[in-house]
């Protein structure tokens, strides 16, 4: 694990980073918290997976875990989001805490990438808008990835879905860790200046396929 960065410091930059630009309700355009985001690369990091590793974020919005990946020492981080938009902040951010040398950011619907990773972080959408638009990233990132850390809104149909879905694409959920998320009212019809959300942090391994 990286002995450079502190899990406060990685917080602290990860909190200095710019947000969606122009955030689009239909494609849930929520960015993780600074502490969430702080959790899910540290908890990574501890497991090994992220110093020089290969990881890909998808959906990465402006890329608060890419960036976060690439500051506890990951070889090569790739970003992909179908939003060029938020990739130029995405790009301004890496710049910002010096790590754009090791980040790559792609316009592209995770649908259609062909990549390998060691790693892949993901807060895709949720679901709210269109039901169950996370499974294409679940599918996605278990086909790339050899392990997944990965964000779901709290429910427990959510997670008995989720379980059997992983199951099913010959993924083991390692451990589903609940945790609340600020988040700062962002699209025109929240009427509260902040709301606090229920999330399930997922650690999941893909098996190795048997002969
Ligand atoms: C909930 S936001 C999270 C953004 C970022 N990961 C974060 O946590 O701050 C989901 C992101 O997925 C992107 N997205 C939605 N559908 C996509 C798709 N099919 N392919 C690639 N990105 C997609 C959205 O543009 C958005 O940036």
């Given at each position: ?5 502190p899990?406060?410091?990685?917080g602290?930059l990860?909190?200095?980073?710019k947000?969606?630009?122009d955030?689009?309700p239909?494609?849930e ?5 600074d502490?969430v985001?702080?959790?899910i690369v540290?908890?990574?990091?501890t ?6 590793r290969?990881?890909?974020d ?7 875990l890419a960036i976060?990946?690439?500051?506890l020492?990951a070889?090569?981080?790739?970003g992909v989001?179908?939003?060029s ?6 790009k301004?951010n890496a ?14 619907a995770i649908?259609?990438?062909s990549?390998k ?9 949720f679901?709210v ?7 294409p990233?679940?599918q996605?990132?278990?086909e790339?990835g050899?392990?997944?850390y990965?964000?779901?809104?709290t ?11 992983v199951s ?7 451990f ?7 988040l700062?009212?962002t699209?025109n019809?929240h ?7 229920q ?8 098996q190795?396929?048997?002969?």
């Open positions: 694990m990286s002995a450079l960065l899990r406060k410091q990685l602290i990860l909190s200095q980073l947000g969606f630009p955030p689009s239909n494609m355009q929520y960015e993780v918290s502490e985001a702080a959790t540290f908890t990574a990091a497991y090994g997976d992220i110093e020089d290969t990881v890909y998808l959906g990465c919005g402006p890329g608060r976060g990946a690439a500051l020492g070889s090569k981080v790739v989001d179908i939003d938009k938020v990739l130029n902040v995405a301004q710049v910002q805490v010096g790590v754009q040398e090791r980040i790559e950011f792609v316009a592209q649908e259609t990438l990549a990773a060691d790693t892949v972080l993901m807060n895709a959408p679901g808008q269109r039901v169950h638009a996370d499974q990233f679940l996605k990132a278990l790339i050899k392990v997944v990965s964000l779901h809104k429910s427990e149909g959510g997670r008995k879905f989720i379980t059997r879905f099913n694409l010959g993924g083991r959920i390692s589903v860790q609940e945790m609340s998320m600020a700062p009212a699209m019809f009427e509260k200046k902040r709301y606090t959300i999330v399930d942090f997922y650690r999941i391994e893909k190795e396929e048997t002969v």
